[in-house]
């Protein structure tokens, strides 16, 4: 592009998280890159909205498990359309709900190769160049889309849980590295529902409605809102970097605390906090 705005290049860039991120580093000055798996159609939908609203985006079709296929995008938009200064890795890593019993190797990987092992890849083809930019004072960012299973292992998510404390840790060994180099790496925990239709929406189908008005009011998460923490993270200064963030809604509990030993909170009022209005 002749201007060569700073980009924001975004891994799982659905209408929800991804979709909303991009949008508002697109209206505060970056060209947004959106990368998702498939749906060109959505893809374009999401293009055209930027467009509208005063911002340059551009998309493309990736398969983030695929060898190279992260490494070859890096490569291409910093030759071709500008500076990465800041990235979202928002992919999922959710295989389902499955006993151990009826996890094919191949299975369990692939939730491996898209929760962490696609962050790695991200961070080794992109922070070279990030940290050649942070001599001169633009330092980078990286934030990675994170998940209560990086916390806490439940039954049925050996794959899921396994990937994601993985990529919780991942963070943490890259903060240490690259954080003294001009590399800001944050881990948001999206501790609750999102309403995001590619996600959830797929997950629920017809009662996605239905669930959300269970929720109450404000009681699902709001992706623009999310968008707008992914925000204020990436321009934080130096001096204080933000590396961890947990995001619920305010009607729920904490990972920690959900899940109460009946005896103790027998009133309603215990670790789990109150249970009524």
């Known amino acids: 592009m002749p201007d060569r705005k700073p980009v924001f290049l975004v891994i799982g860039a659905g209408a929800g998280i991804g979709g909303h991120a991009a949008m508002r580093f697109a209206a505060g000055g970056y060209h947004a890159v959106l990368a998702r798996r498939s749906d060109e159609e959505s893809l374009g939908r999401l293009i055209d909205r930027i467009e509208a609203d005063g911002g340059s985006a551009t998309g493309t079709l990736l398969n983030a498990a695929e060898d190279g296929s992260i490494e070859e995008l890096v490569e291409r938009v910093e ?21 151990l019993h009826d996890t094919p190797h191949r299975t369990f990987e692939l939730g491996w190769r898209l929760g962490c092992f696609g962050v790695y890849r991200l961070a080794h083809a992109m922070f070279p160049a990030m940290v050649e930019r942070a001599k ?47 590399i800001h790496v ?8 999102v309403d995001a239709p590619d ?53 729920d509990v904490a990972w920690w605390n959900d899940n109460p030993n009946p005896e103790i909170d027998a009133s309603g009022k215990g670790f789990a906090g109150p249970k009524g209005g």
């Not at 049925?156 to 994601?164: F, L, R, Y």
């Not at 996605?208 to 709001?222: H, P, R, T």
Request: with cysteine; net charge neutral; hydrophobic share 40%.
């Open 79 to 99: 030759r071709d359309i500008g500076p990465i200064e800041a990235a979202l890795y928002n992919l999922g890593a959710q295989i389902g709900n499955r006993k």
């Open 199 to 251: 996600t959830l929406g797929k997950l629920l189908g017809d009662k996605f409605e239905a669930f959300k008005a269970a929720k109450g009011e404000q009681g699902v998460i709001d992706p623009a809102e999310i968008a707008e923490t992914y925000w204020h993270l990436a321009q934080q200064p130096r001096n204080c970097w933000t590396h961890e963030v947990d995001i619920r809604p305010w009607t």
């Open 186 to 193: 944050a881990h948001i925990l999206v501790d609750g529902a």
């Open 136 to 182: 001169s004072g633009n330092h980078g960012t990286l934030l990675v889309t994170s998940a209560t299973s990086a916390v806490r292992g439940n039954a049925g998510q050996h794959s899921h849980a396994a990937a994601m404390g993985g990529r919780r840790m991942l963070c943490q060994t890259l903060n240490a590295e690259f954080g003294p180099q001009g």
